[in-house]
């Protein structure tokens, strides 16, 4: 029954890591992607436990969701700051001339 939900955090997961990585756009995109997943991989993890079928690939997911996490909202972060200091530095540089 939880099956299919943990597979889908497993690839929200993957995902959530793939966007992460990359900067821009894709890192706000990622990061919902990520908490999906996230909430995926324990709610099909809860349920495989309680039918006792092997819950490895929800354990695989719930990983794989907290490492997109911490990607996504360091990569979000850290395009926000180079944004506001290239923001700044333009304005910087037009009261010089």
């Not at 997961?13 to 995109?29: D, E, K």
């Amino acid at each position: 029954m939880g099956k299919g939900q943990s597979i889908a955090g497993l690839v929200l997961g993957i995902v959530g890591i793939v966007f992460g990585v990359l900067n821009g756009w894709f890192s706000i995109i990622g990061l919902p992607v990520a908490i999906v997943g996230l909430i995926f991989a324990v709610v099909g993890g809860k349920k495989l436990r309680q039918n006792g079928m092997p819950t490895g690939m929800a354990t695989a997911g719930l990983v794989l969701g907290i490492i997109a996490v911490v990607f996504t909202a360091i990569t979000f972060f850290t395009c926000g700051i180079c944004i506001i200091c290239a923001a700044g530095s333009g304005a910087f540089f037009e009261s010089l001339v």
